[in-house]
């Protein structure tokens, strides 16, 4: 069952940037953490960000940082992670996901902490 319902993927070119989006049907990600994971064919599923409420913290894998950006709309309605100099090897399923119980200190960094996730949307980068 889809809980989260994202969009922007797509292919790109090595180098190009992708805004995905994520969103929850009349609801908000106040209070939530939330963050972003991908799937690549033939590996595990790998969180890439992730953040807490109210802007208590933001994680990146340390293949991501610096060109990845997770962020929520002011209205935190949306979920976003903003993609840039995007090279072949992030080419993945993308997945948003949510955590109504939201450890503030600490990033949430293993999938079992999420209680809502996305259909997945598929970026596949170019050489």
């Known amino acids: 069952q889809v809980q989260l319902v994202e969009s922007g993927g797509g292919l790109v070119q090595a180098g190009g940037s992708l805004r995905l989006s994520c969103t929850a049907s009349g609801r908000t990600f106040r209070g939530y953490c939330t963050g972003w994971f991908r799937q690549a064919p033939g590996k595990e599923r790998e969180l890439v960000a992730a953040?807490?409420?109210?802007?208590?913290?933001?994680y990146y894998a340390d293949s991501v940082k610096g060109r990845f950006t997770i962020s929520r709309s002011n209205a935190e309605n949306t979920l976003y992670l903003d993609m840039a100099s995007l090279k072949p090897e992030d080419t993945a399923v993308y997945y948003c996901?949510?955590?109504?119980?939201?450890?503030?200190?600490?990033?949430?960094?293993?999938?079992?902490?999420?209680?809502?996730w996305g259909q997945g949307t598929q970026v596949t980068v170019s050489s």
């Open positions: 953040g807490g409420s109210a802007g208590s913290y933001t």
């Open positions: 996901a949510a955590a109504a119980l939201c450890i503030r200190t600490r990033p949430l960094t293993t999938q079992t902490q999420y209680d809502y």
